[in-house]
């Protein structure tokens, strides 16, 4: 069955560090691709998605793009700021029914 | 649209007692998940639905679980009897019908079994 496949952490970092949390997927067909982030007490926000091969995700100063060559989605962010500390998700929706397969979360921690 | 929403926010209660946390999900949105979080497991799909119908309910861990969806605005997720392993933050998610969107979460119930 599909499946996500990311660092799960705990990454650290220094403010204004740069950021690359890595997201593999298996799935059949082509699934769109999601990065979600959890804050400490809430629920899953969406951070960025892409729905097709060489689409670039963005928001926030985030970014991911899925490439299909080498079945990844991996996050980057330039410069980290001490309010990104969360877990980041990676996750895809499959084409065979709708449904959503989640990675394991990554927690990022950002010290200033 | 407020989004999705559960009640209640937090619950506490006894082991053996009946638990049943609700989740109302975004109007229009065709499909409607319960997800299980926990430091250990992460977060695993329990159940979801599609036009109120239950399409893939594998994850529900045993028996004592149940999850309904009477109409297009309200489902539930009910434990009997509870147990401690059973603590957990539980959170319903809603999303259209087209494979592009994303699903859209709640804020969660964390549910305390002691």
């Known amino acids: 069955g599909d499946s996500v496949t990311q660092m799960e952490g705990p990454v650290t970092l220094s403010e204004e560090a740069f950021l690359t949390i890595n997201c593999t997927y298996t799935a059949t067909g082509y699934p769109s691709l999601f990065w979600y982030v959890q804050y400490p007490g809430e629920g899953l926000q969406l951070l960025l998605k892409a729905t097709k091969a060489d689409d670039k995700g963005s928001n926030k100063g985030f970014e991911a793009t899925y490439r299909k060559e080498t079945t990844s989605f991996h996050l980057e962010k330039g410069s980290v700021q001490v309010s990104d500390s969360a877990v980041y998700f990676c996750?895809?929706?499959?084409?065979?029914?709708?449904?959503?397969?989640f990675g394991p979360g990554t927690r990022l921690s950002v010290l200033p | 649209d407020a989004g999705v929403i559960q009640s209640p926010r937090h619950e506490v209660t006894e082991m053996g007692q009946e638990v049943t946390l609700r989740c109302k999900p975004i109007s229009g949105h065709d499909y409607l998940f319960w997800y299980r979080q926990t430091m250990m497991r992460g977060l695993e799909l329990l159940i979801y639905f599609n036009n109120n119908v239950p399409i893939d309910d594998s994850g529900m861990p045993e028996d004592r679980f149940s999850a309904k969806m009477p109409n297009a605005s309200f489902s539930t997720l009910k434990i009997q009897p509870s147990e401690p392993r059973d603590s957990a933050v539980y959170f319903c998610?809603?999303?259209?019908?087209?494979?592009?969107?994303?699903?859209?979460f709640g804020q969660g119930t964390r549910l305390t079994v002691v």
């Open positions: 996750a895809l929706s499959g084409n065979y029914g709708q449904n959503f397969v």
């Open positions: 998610a809603s999303s259209p019908i087209s494979v592009f969107t994303e699903a859209f």
